[in-house]
């Protein structure tokens, strides 16, 4: 097995509860990540949350929505907690879901162009260096952290389409594809960044993180159920954890660096039953 499988605190997990529930994960899963979502938990208190809870696994950040998270604000918060946790942080940067951005004042005409001026200056604050960024969208200049991180965490872009995903490969460390996407998309996405890539000079390791839903049972039980467009496009769902275990295998067989699992149904259950079922198989 490859790549590393991580698992989802998912967004309606209470924040009150988040730090348990990671703490219960931990032993199984080489990853944890976290949502930000409107109007859930914020992300930095719950990475704060799960990183205090845990000691050894990687706790990721995905992702934070582009366009209301400042630079320099992301970047002071992402650098506290990685001294705090040193080379335990995985930082993911993305567009934000546009009707959620509109409806709270900050949606722009290019989205493409706030996040490369984004990820761009957020990537140099955290290596200790003074972005200097007159932008479209963003403006940061005059200030390099006074408290920079010691490893500088990889900064990942959330992509899908074709000109994020080339904007991933120019100017990130990695990329995050959300779920819905499977091996034929994830290879399709490969060559893209691999591409953007070559253009940019860049040899530097990239990190190819997919988010897959995931249940095990039938899914006739859940109320309601993902709906059949969800679970088509790409889901590891099956009646039994052989079926699971069947389909993360074949994402397994891409150029995935980390699959992480976001459940469907009880977030606990279900991902105790990875841990003893499913990823038994896969190792």
């Given at each position: ?95 934000g879901v546009q009707s959620w951005m509109a409806s709270i004042g900050e949606k722009v005409a290019s989205p493409l162009t706030l996040l490369e001026e984004t990820t761009v200056a957020t990537k ?160």
């Open positions: 097995m490859a790549a590393e499988i991580g698992a989802m605190i998912r967004r309606d997990v209470p924040p009150e509860l988040v730090g348990m529930h990671a703490a219960s994960l931990a032993p199984a899963f080489s990853e944890l990540w976290i949502v930000e979502d409107l109007p859930y938990a914020g992300g930095i208190s719950q990475l704060s949350e799960v990183l205090r809870h845990t000691e050894d696994c990687m706790v990721g950040h995905g992702i934070a929505p582009g366009p209301f998270r400042n630079p320099m604000a992301l970047a002071m918060e992402w650098a506290t907690l990685a001294r705090l946790h040193p080379g335990r942080i995985r930082a993911g940067i993305g567009h140099a604050l955290l290596a200790g260096r003074d972005p200097m960024i007159e932008g479209r969208y963003r403006t940061v200049g005059g200030y390099e952290l006074a408290f920079p991180p010691d490893p500088v965490p990889g900064v990942s872009i959330g992509a899908v389409g074709p000109k994020t995903l080339a904007l991933s490969g120019r100017v990130a460390d990695g990329t995050i594809i959300p779920e819905g996407h499977g091996p034929d998309h994830i290879n399709r996405a490969v060559d893209i960044i691999a591409e953007a890539r070559e253009e940019a000079g860049r040899t530097d390791p990239h990190r190819l993180t997919l988010f897959v839903g995931f249940y095990c049972g039938d899914l006739r039980e859940l109320p309601p159920p993902p709906s059949d467009e969800m679970i088509d496009g790409w889901a590891a769902v099956g009646k039994s954890p052989d079926q699971v275990a069947d389909r993360i295998g074949e994402l397994l067989a891409t150029e995935v660096n980390s699959i992480v699992l976001v459940p469907f149904g009880d977030p606990q259950s279900q991902l105790e039953l990875v841990a003893t079922d499913v990823l038994p198989q896969l190792s």
